[in-house]
């Protein structure tokens, strides 16, 4: 079966940093794409990043663009985000998702973020 | 961006009955276009890719349809545990997008 767990969520003050991890198992993790989405409470889905398989391409939406880092280490079947300089409009559940031919197959549970002084 | 709007946003629907989800992209995206169903405090589920297969798993009760602009998300006779919100997504283009959702809710 395969399962997605992330954790590192809390709460950051303003201008403040977290490193979200996402441990993978029940499938070939290094085969896969990976991405990180997020949903503001109340709001939509939102694609945040993405990373290839071996982890030398990597891709970001604009409103995290130099912020946020995504990488993976496959020995250790994990996806990471690093997040820097949080901002309110951060605050937000974050889920990684299993890339398939372009859409998520496989989701986790998700990880909440809460950017507040 | 493709910017994906769906209606409506909220669906009031009886058990047993049908629902009819629409999903519209601001340019063609082809049929790459999945649906997924959230209930709150869970992870997402793919139900349909590539606008009309159904995922591994996904009761035949849910359809899709449509290509281009165009998609209908369908729940042929509503289960409890299809109270939810549905989210479309196309990925024919970067970035990703998802539609606003539409939850369906208890008549």
């Known amino acids: 079966e395969v399962q997605l767990v992330e954790s590192g969520g809390g709460l950051v003050q303003p201008g403040g940093s977290l490193r979200l991890s996402c441990a993978a198992s029940?499938?070939?993790?290094?085969?896969?794409?990976m991405h990180w989405v997020r949903q503001v409470p109340g709001k939509g889905l939102v694609w945040v990043s993405r990373?290839?398989?071996?982890?030398?391409?990597?891709s970001y939406a604009d409103s995290v663009r130099g912020r946020y880092t995504i990488s993976r280490d496959n020995a250790k079947n994990t996806l990471y985000l690093q997040l820097n300089s949080l901002r309110a409009e951060d605050t937000a559940v974050y889920y990684c998702?299993?890339?398939?031919?372009?859409?998520?197959?496989?989701w986790g549970q998700g990880t909440l973020v809460t950017v507040s002084a | 961006e493709i910017v994906m709007t769906q209606s409506p946003v909220t669906l009031s629907v009886s058990p047993g009955e049908r629902a009819t989800l629409s999903c519209r992209a601001s340019?063609?995206?082809?049929?790459?276009l999945a649906w997924y169903q959230h209930r709150p405090g869970q992870a997402p589920r793919l139900l349909i890719y590539?606008?009309?297969t159904r995922a591994t798993g996904i009761p035949a009760r849910f359809s899709g349809s449509g290509s281009g602009t165009e998609f209908t998300l369908t729940i042929s006779s509503l289960q409890s545990e299809d109270f939810a919100v549905y989210y479309c997504?196309?990925?024919?283009?970067?970035?990703?997008?998802f539609g606003q959702g539409t939850k369906v809710e208890i008549k």
């Open positions: 998702a299993r890339d398939s031919s372009g859409y998520y197959y496989n």
């Open positions: 029940g499938f070939t993790f290094s085969n896969y794409w």
């Open positions: 990373i290839n398989n071996d982890g030398s391409s990597t």
């Open positions: 340019q063609s995206v082809s049929s790459s």
């Open positions: 590539g606008a009309s």
């Open positions: 997504q196309q990925y024919n283009n970067w970035p990703k997008t």
